[in-house]
């Protein structure tokens, strides 16, 4: 019998490829309330100033870009090289419901929180 596997062929390609990219993607912005769209054009954007508010206001390409890099980061800080997909989608719709929630908090912060949600 073949196992089905935790890991979508297609989310595991995407996460590699922005987890490459993230490198370009995080020392330095010169954005100026231009939000995430504007942020990307520039050759380099620190992922960590990153607003709720800027991934609300994203084109929705960017939007998905952007909470792939996130997932991909978190990941990597964690140094995990396996995830669950169904997990991480819910993550996600945690993460959009917090961002509506509060908008000015970090992105990054957020979505950390909703991963790793703190037991009761």
């Known amino acids: 019998m ?3 596997p935790k890991l979508r062929y297609g989310l595991l390609m995407a996460l590699a490829t922005f987890s490459l990219g ?10 100026d309330d231009q939000g995430i769209d504007g942020m990307l054009d520039n050759e ?3 992922i960590g100033s990153v607003t709720c508010r800027d991934v609300l206001l994203a084109s929705g ?13 978190l990941l990597g800080e964690e140094k995990k090289l396996e995830f669950e997909t169904d ?3 819910e993550a996600t719709d945690r993460f ?3 961002c509506i929630a509060k908008p000015d908090t ?4 957020t979505l950390r929180e909703q991963v ?3 037991k009761d």
Do not use: G, M, W
């Not at 993230?22 to 330095?28: D, E, K, P, Q, R």
């Not at 970090?106 to 912060?109: D, E, F, N």
């Open 87 to 89: 997990y991480l989608a």
């Open 61 to 73: 390409d960017t939007r998905e870009s952007v909470i792939l890099v996130l997932h991909a980061y």
């Open 22 to 31: 993230f490198i370009s993607l995080v020392v330095a912005q010169d954005a």
């Open 2 to 4: 073949i196992k089905k």
């Open 116 to 118: 790793n949600p703190k």
């Open 44 to 46: 380099i954007t620190n």
């Open 96 to 98: 959009l419901d917090a």
């Open 106 to 109: 970090r992105a990054l912060a």
